[in-house]
């Protein structure tokens, strides 16, 4: 990248972090201070141009005359005549500096020149017998002079001197650079004012609309940008309020699809558990005393009939019991009924029995529910997200122990379930995983919670799990209240 391009990408950089009044004011003010100086400067060039012209043609005119009424004093020897005709034309012309007559043999006649006579000032100008007039600029101590040489009657009785200051040209180019400048200024001023103005009509929409898409970025769609005019930026306004409203309608229709969402999951949770009590209950109070009877009666046939094969009756009884085992472990698995008698505590402490007599894995189980028991909405979700989560450790941990907590803190119920197994990615993993990893998460979402999971590979997976209460209990009084009034 050359020199050129860096210096252009750096001013592109810094421009772009200026706001855009502060790029309309610049600009305004930029053209307004350009205009002003290239004019003040253009104008006093054309004055100096101008005035040092009239300047030169004025000592040229002035020498011209002076040298025409000196012709008869100098004839005469008048010399008191010539001094007066020199301090005549001093007194008519504002830039006089000097005036003096040299003779043909270089003796001067006459001068203005209060303490002496500057000898060295008779060799910078001369003017021949044939020239109109000979004119130079001279640097003195007093400023810039122009000196005019003109000779009188063809030199043949003199030259006649005459120096005009710059001074008041100057004067002149201070007092008009001065006007030209305070003009600037006060136009610069009305700039300013005009372009505040302009920058307050045009950015006043576009400031509401940046606040108002910042609104929007939050999620909040009720402020709505007021159109100052019918120009392209109201119809931006109107566009930008007419996509809010639509996005604001969007909101409200995804809230309540994801409110009838949220009510169609806890009537399914709620279907799919009575449905598993009542099946649970079938089982038990049904099926398990018909196995048990049936059990009892080959128990009786087995040992009042000698003449049957007791090898086939003590088949059948196994088959019997190892049947109504399995009756107990799939109502268990269902519905367990010491949820609903005993609370969430005896559940657990049987669940965890039965899966290490299972799996023969050490679990350590510590729970610390309060003195008063859990609303059964979250006992029963805390019940099934764990498990949930032994069944996936027994299914893909391949852990040598795991661990649960379960602590009621103040307005909250905290669940830990730890494994020492050989994790997972969360974001890649089975799809059977995914399924139950979405039920444990949703039924914690369903009561307002959240659960986290918390693995990787070969360092084992810690699930975190975070239930309000104080709702549910409340809820949950509630319906007792009204259930024993009924």
Known sequence: MTLISRWVAQFWAFAGAVS???????????????????????????????????????????????????????????????????????????????????????????????????????????????????????????????????????????????????????????????????????????????????????????????????????????LAVRPWAKDELGSLAQAFNQMTGDLKQMQELRAEREHLQQLLLERVIAAQEEERRRIARELHDSTSQSLTSLLVGLRTLEADCSTIDQRKLGELRQIAAQTLEEVHHLAMQLRPRALDDLGLSAALERLVFEWQSRLHIPIDLMITPGAQRLPPPIETALYRIIQEALTNIARHASAQSASILVERRQNTVIAVIEDNGIGFDPLNHSNHQRIGILGMQER????????KIESSQGHGTSIFVEIPVDDHETEFKREETHSSGG
């Open 20 to 222: 855009i009044r502060t790029k309309i004011l610049g600009l305004a003010v930029g053209l307004v201070l350009l205009a002003g100086v290239s004019n003040t400067l253009l104008t006093r060039r054309v004055l100096i141009e101008n005035m040092q012209a009239q300047l030169r043609d004025q000592s040229v005119s002035v020498a011209r005359d002076l040298a025409a009424r000196a012709a008869e004093p100098i004839l005469l020897n008048n010399l008191l005549a010539l001094q007066d005709l020199l301090l005549e034309t001093q007194s008519n012309n504002p830039s006089f500096q000097y005036a003096f007559i040299v003779d043909p043999q270089g003796q001067i006649l006459a001068h203005t020149f209060n303490g002496g006579f500057p000898l060295a000032l008779i060799e910078v100008n001369a003017a021949g017998s044939d020239e109109h007039h000979h004119t130079v600029l001279l640097a003195t101590n007093e400023g810039t002079v122009y000196d005019t040489a003109v000779p009188i009657l063809d030199g043949k009785l003199g030259v006649a001197r005459v120096g005009l200051s710059t001074a008041a040209v100057q004067n002149a180019l201070a007092r008009v650079t001065f006007q030209a400048v305070v003009s600037t200024l006060i136009i610069l001023l009305i700039g300013f004012l005009v372009a505040s103005l302009l920058t307050h009509i045009l950015t006043r929409p576009i400031v509401e609309l940046v606040q108002a898409t910042r609104h929007v970025a939050r999620g909040d769609y009720s």
């Open 444 to 451: 914690a979402k369903q009561l307002g919670g959240q659960l």
